[in-house]
């Protein structure tokens, strides 16, 4: 091979190798890294594509929160919840996503609520990602969770939203 070719060669070699290599190496002692979490969960607030695409790249994503500050901890599964991404939320949970009693308002799983708040009734008040409420993510759910958003305004929930402290 000519020295010309072969440099040819190596740039475009060297090119391309970055492109195949995922851009986030995966080592399963080390924390995610931060910034790819915080892309993650900022784009499960409105790009199915890109979520989809970032946890075929990284599959330990699924269940990754991110702090937003003073800690104010989301999940991608949390994000799509409370903006009624109702299609991604459904992908993220068939993946194995880790589900709450949010995900329960939001899907108008009525019996699932009652049990937790006849067990845990102060949890009626919980606080999701931004200080988003059960009664919020029922409204979130539409017709198919009327009857959740119904249960817990009978029990007294008003806020859709409250501070996180």
């Excluded at 009624?84 to 996503?97: F, H, I, N």
């Excluded at 606080?127 to 009857?147: D, M, N």
Aim: aromatic letters at 10%.
């Amino acid at each position: 091979m000519k020295r010309n070719d072969f440099i040819k060669t190596a740039w475009l070699g060297a090119y391309l190798i970055p492109t195949t290599i995922p851009r986030f190496n995966f080592d399963p002692k080390q924390p995610l890294d931060k910034t790819l979490v915080e892309e993650f969960v900022g784009a499960a607030h409105r790009d199915k594509t890109k979520v989809m695409a970032l946890l075929e790249e990284t599959p330990n994503l699924l269940n990754a929160a991110h702090d937003w500050g003073s800690g104010d901890f989301e999940t991608a599964l949390g994000a799509a919840s409370h903006v009624g991404y109702l299609e991604l939320v459904t992908d993220l949970v068939d993946k194995g996503a880790q589900t709450n009693i949010f995900t329960a308002c939001l899907f108008g799983q009525i019996d699932i609520v009652k049990l937790t708040l006849e067990r845990f009734p102060k949890t009626l008040h919980a606080k999701g990602p931004h200080g988003f409420t059960l009664l919020h993510h029922a409204i979130q759910g539409g017709q198919e969770a009327e009857e959740v958003k119904i249960y817990l305004e009978t029990l007294g929930a008003v806020e859709t939203k409250i501070p996180l402290y």
